[in-house]
């Protein structure tokens, strides 16, 4: 079993900051890519930031330059730094990680329950 535990969410005013942070634990025997995804009311799930095994990272166009996606490998945990928040980033964000729970064996996606994250004045 593989567990994702998210943390950081909140209410914060357009233009503050919330960091989030994502912890993998359980049967893991290697994590690669992993990342933050997020689902506004009535629109569909988006990638907003991923970051590889090795550090590489992709971002959303809307979040280049404000979000900050980074991984502690030694405690399978990653964080997404949010700077500059807009009302538009008001989400639900999820944490996604790709696992292989056995040596040889396939990689799976798995998610995290999702954190609640709201921008208003």
């Known amino acids: 079993q593989v567990q994702l535990v998210e943390s950081g969410g909140g209410l914060v005013q357009p233009g503050g900051s919330l960091r989030l942070s994502c912890a993998a634990s359980?049967?893991?025997?290697?994590?690669?890519?992993m990342g933050w995804y997020r689902q506004a009311p009535g629109k569909q799930r988006e990638l907003v930031a991923v970051?590889?095994?090795?550090?590489?990272?992709n971002y959303a166009d809307s979040v280049k330059g404000r979000f900050t996606v980074s991984r502690d490998n030694a405690k399978n945990t990653v964080f997404l730094q949010m700077n500059s928040l807009k009302p538009e980033d008001t989400a639900v964000y999820y944490c996604?990680?790709?696992?292989?729970?056995?040596?040889?064996?396939?990689?799976?996606?798995?998610w995290g329950q999702g954190t609640q994250v709201t921008v208003a004045s």
């Open positions: 996604n990680a790709v696992i292989a729970t056995v040596v040889g064996g396939t990689a799976s996606h798995y």
């Open positions: 970051i590889t095994s090795g550090g590489g990272t």
């Open positions: 359980g049967s893991i025997f290697r994590i690669y890519a």
